[in-house]
């Protein structure tokens, strides 16, 4: 019996990797400065794979409009530094209504869905299948972007993503690096600008999810990791913009021990 558990102990031994974990929350602000929402983000990030998770919950002003509540979850691998997503989970409540949706992607990119309720058009054009197969789900593509930033340092790249229904591209360009102090991080920030170009699943009436503005998006950049999460994304709009600043920031670095029941990439 000793023999037994002492060769299971050595199945579970492999080599640790190491993670970097963070727990970071945002407040949103509408017309500049009117508070509108909060947001909060767990991201665990290795040289092989991530899993993150964000919940998003209105507040102040905008309850007296439509009150919303989010939960969203993605998970995937990291191969040669490029983010490869398998899961997407988003639960969407608003307005007293309830709307969920679950895709997964397999190893060469099919995408399988589950959306309830169903939309009832999906869009003029719609996504099509290759449009769905070379992009990634919204969390992922932010993941893809705090990886390119925190190996390069630069603004550059085009982010296809695809969310159940919306097919649009999030591309990076600018570039300033900056000195930042708030919400408990201090440090260095790369400031670059953020499009958004609507491609597929929109419809006439869509016409505000189109045509949104240049944005900014500010990467924060450490020494000793090559993810560089957001501590600020603003959007202009007409009436003053809205804008997301971090108001927390956690993060531990932790050895990460695989076992023969951890999943591990391939």
Avoid at 158 to 185: E, S, V
Wanted: hydrophobic residues 35%; charged residues 25%.
């Amino acid at each position: 019996m000793r023999a037994f558990i002492i060769f299971a102990a050595l199945m579970l031994i492999s080599t640790p990797a190491s993670a970097d974990r963070f727990a970071l929350t945002y407040d949103g602000f509408g017309l500049g400065f009117v508070p509108v929402g909060g947001v909060t983000v767990d991201a665990d990030v290795t040289d092989e794979s991530y899993d993150i998770s964000a919940t998003v919950a209105s507040r102040g002003i905008l309850n007296l409009f439509e009150r919303t509540d989010i939960d969203a979850s993605a998970a995937g691998i990291i191969s040669a530094g490029t983010p490869r997503w398998q899961r997407y989970d988003l639960d969407h409540r608003y307005s007293g209504k309830r709307r969920t949706i679950s895709m997964q992607a397999d190893g060469v990119g099919a995408i399988t869905s589950q959306i309830e309720p169903e939309y009832r058009t999906w869009g003029d054009p719609a996504a099509t299948e290759e449009q769905r197969r070379a992009s990634r789900d919204p969390l992922s593509s932010i993941v893809a972007m705090s990886i390119d930033v925190g190996r390069s340092r630069r603004c550059e790249g085009t982010y296809p993503t695809f969310d159940g229904r919306f097919h649009y591209l999030l591309q990076l360009g600018g570039g300033d690096i900056d000195a930042y102090d708030g919400g408990g991080f201090e440090g260095e920030v790369l400031k670059c600008s953020l499009s958004y170009i609507a491609i597929s699943g929109f419809n006439p009436r869509d016409q505000g999810r189109r045509r949104i503005p240049e944005g900014q998006v500010w990467f924060a950049l450490m020494p000793d990791t090559t993810f560089a999460p957001p501590v600020r994304i603003s959007t202009p709009l007409s009436a003053g913009g809205a804008t997301i600043r971090l108001a927390s920031f956690r993060r531990a670095r932790v050895d990460v021990q695989y076992t023969s029941d951890t999943p591990t990439p391939p």
